[in-house]
């Protein structure tokens, strides 16, 4: 079975600070996506990658932006964090027609 | 563009009772469907895929959907709910090469005893 790990379960930060959140696979699968799940609104597409270096914004980039300089490891960075991205926080890894999800990261923005 | 619409927020139904809920996409190319299901503070567990072939598919659980091209739906069922079938299920839309991947806003469901 495949494995996807996030770096963390938990985590609070402070308004303004820079925040890593890492996903990692333990597969070659060429696709990792990151969501935000906030109640009444599902799993919006932050971004997504389809290779090392190559990138491609969902349908709500703004505030975020990704990293992805080996295939197994895909980060999320929030680059001043804000009181509104506090949500969880889910990495999907697609492959082989399945797709496998993190345990995702509970992120507090205070 | 490609959206995925989960018309029901809540739905209740009572254990024993059948249950439908709703999925319709917007996609332009020839769609993956998926439904997921998860339960209070847990991860997303895949019920059931259709990518081709018979448009009724079964999944874990008990559970069934019918994808219908001409109503671009894909609505999920199952003729008896049982109490452990409280939580909040998602509907995904995604192309054959998963480069991109679109979920509803997710329908909680509720089963009074």
């Known amino acids: 079975d495949v494995k996807v790990t996030q770096s963390s379960r938990y985590l609070v930060k402070r308004t303004g600070e820079k925040v890593f959140l890492e996903c990692v696979q333990d597969?070659?699968?060429?696709?990792m996506f990151w969501y935000r799940q906030d109640p009444g609104l599902g799993l919006r597409l932050i971004y997504f990658s389809y290779d090392v270096k190559m990138k491609e914004k969902g349908d709500i980039p703004e505030g975020y932006s990704v990293s992805r300089e080996k295939k197994e490891r895909f980060s999320l960075i929030l680059e001043s964090a804000s009181t509104n991205q506090t949500s969880m926080y889910l990495c999907?890894?697609?492959?082989?027609?399945?797709?496998?999800f993190g345990p995702g990261t509970r992120l507090l923005v205070l | 563009a490609q959206s995925v619409t989960q018309p029901d927020i809540h739905i209740t139904v009572s254990e024993g009772a059948s249950l439908e809920l709703r999925c319709n996409y917007s996609?332009?190319?020839?769609?993956?469907l998926f439904w997921y299901v998860q339960s209070p503070g847990q991860g997303l567990q895949l019920l059931l895929k259709y990518f081709s072939g018979d448009t009724l598919v079964q999944g874990i659980k008990g559970f069934e959907a019918e994808f219908k091209r001409s109503q671009s739906s894909f609505n999920l069922r199952k003729p008896s709910v049982h109490w452990s079938d409280a939580a909040e299920y998602f509907c995904?839309?995604?192309?054959?090469?998963?480069?991109?991947?679109?979920f509803g806003s997710g329908t909680k469901l509720n089963v009074k005893p």
């Open positions: 995904a839309v995604g192309p054959y090469n998963f480069n991109k991947f679109y």
């Open positions: 597969m070659d699968h060429e696709n």
């Open positions: 999907m890894v697609a492959g082989g027609e399945t797709q496998y």
């Open positions: 996609y332009g190319a020839t769609p993956y």
